[in-house]
């Protein structure tokens, strides 16, 4: 046993070593870290990248055919095949140092040659193994970040629109009581929402209808089941619908609703950039579209973790920290994983942001205080989601719903929690009582009975 168990190490050794080394490669694009899904290798001094890495960035189209890549960006082509060091640029032979390879299921580009194709500048930090790579592509002489920056404060001044967007999540959750078994739960959602919204003062309208469907749940409960929601977030605070009960208020005494929609909604172009930039969205072209007749400039967009360093996230965490709740939001958002990839689409003569397509995932781990009834636990959410976004009707005023009735959230929520308890109390067993004789019943009697008696007297 010992002799095979050797050979076997020894195999394995063999096979380390003549494994080509492949270190891990940090990303910065237009002076921002940028974190891709898969990683990128430094090999024999050359950096490879997925060919996610090149369309998220450059905002270009990459197509696979068989053994072909091909990489659309505006009018320049690259076209590579895999395991060959021969490239195509432009309809120009050109040689590559390294060829495209498959390695974990995705094809892998030699990162600087690609870049440098299109007119990229790419650079070398050794210290830190960073490829830094500079693309300022510009439409009309604006920069993606200048354009999008330009868009948001149109929109912001245009006063109000409507939005509709089409929601489709998965969501995996698993449910850790102290002193219990691990509970999972799987749930998909469909959802169809319309909002309403007004910049100043801030008013957002949305109406929601969910139809959501729990694959692993019990077969007594119906689904998909289909719920209706209407939310209502004005000056005087945020209100929403609940079932059997109509408009109730969500008193959150210590949040400045307004104060962080503002800021969530800078008004100058500067400031949104300089927003953008904390939050570490990286921000390219990609090709021009054209829909219904109207063109369109296409901003791509990758979103990580970084989002929630920003000011704007922690001034939340703080807010919410500061009424009363008794999850630990800071703690939640820094141990948040988030990758979301969203595209812009802005009208080319409005400058309004039409479309927007946003996909990702997100993971996090949450710890759960312990309340009555229940002694606390953790919970861990992983959540893919998918949301097709349309903007119209700019300018146009909207009327809200009528709230002025509406209960307070935390007054339905006891007496639904009282009479929960109410029910699940099983009702007294009724008080023993001394036993007593049965009367005798007095029944009428015939007058044949009667005579009967007589002559028996």
Do not use: H
Not at 319 to 345: C, H, N, P, R, T
Request: some cysteine.
């Amino acid at each position: 046993m010992r002799k095979r168990i050797s050979l076997l190490l020894s195999i394995v050794m063999i096979l380390v070593m003549v494994t080509p080394a492949l270190a891990a490669v940090n990303l910065d694009f237009n002076g921002r870290d940028y974190q891709p899904v898969y990683e990128s290798y430094l090999e024999d001094g050359i950096t490879t990248v997925t060919l996610d890495v090149i369309a998220e960035t450059l905002g270009c189209d990459a197509v696979v055919e068989d053994q072909i890549v091909k990489i659309i960006e505006n009018d320049n082509v690259l076209q590579m095949t895999l395991g060959s060091t021969s490239a195509i640029v432009n309809g120009a032979e050109k040689t590559m140092p390294k060829a495209p390879e498959v390695i974990n299921n995705q094809i892998y580009v030699p990162l600087r040659f690609v870049y440098e194709s299109f007119g990229a500048v790419v650079d070398w930090e050794g210290q830190t193994k960073t490829v830094a790579i500079t693309y300022n592509e510009t439409r009309d002489g604006m920069t993606a970040d200048e354009l999008m920056a330009k868009s948001t404060a149109v929109m912001n001044e245009v006063g109000t629109y409507k939005m509709a967007a089409d929601v489709q999540a998965n969501i995996d959750a698993t449910v850790k009581e102290t002193g219990k078994d691990p509970e999972s739960m799987k749930m998909n959602m469909d959802a169809d929402i319309e909002a309403w919204i007004q910049m100043d003062p801030i008013v957002m309208y949305m109406i929601q209808k969910a139809s959501i469907d729990m694959p692993e749940a019990p077969t007594q409960l119906p689904a998909p089941q289909t719920i209706e929601t209407e939310m209502l977030m004005n000056e005087d605070g945020i209100f929403m619908t609940m079932p059997g009960i109509g408009w109730v208020k969500m008193d959150l005494e210590g949040l400045d609703f307004q104060e962080l929609m503002k800021q969530s909604m800078a008004q100058d172009p500067a400031s949104i950039m300089q927003q953008m930039k904390d939050m570490g969205m990286t921000l390219t072209f990609a090709n021009d579209q054209e829909k219904e007749g109207r063109k369109y400039w296409v901003l791509n967009s990758a979103m990580g973790d970084d989002i929630f360093k920003s000011d704007y996230f922690e001034q939340v965490s703080q807010q919410l920290s500061a009424i009363g709740q008794d999850i630990d939001l800071q703690k939640m958002l820094e141990a948040m994983e988030l990758d979301f990839y969203y595209s812009v689409w802005i009208d080319k003569e409005t400058l309004y942001n039409d479309y927007m397509d946003l996909a990702g995932t997100m993971k996090f781990k949450m710890d759960l205080p312990a309340a009555e009834g229940s002694p606390g636990g953790s919970m861990d959410m992983a959540m893919d989601m998918e949301v097709v976004y349309s903007m119209m009707d700019y300018g146009v005023e909207f009327s809200t719903p009528d709230v002025k009735d509406a209960r307070d959230f935390e007054e339905v929520m006891a007496e639904q929690m009282a009479a929960a308890d109410v029910k699940s109390v099983p009702a007294p067993e009724p008080l023993p009582t001394e036993p007593q004789e049965e009367p005798q019943s007095e029944e009428p009697v015939s007058e044949e009975d009667s005579q009967s008696e007589e002559v028996q007297e």
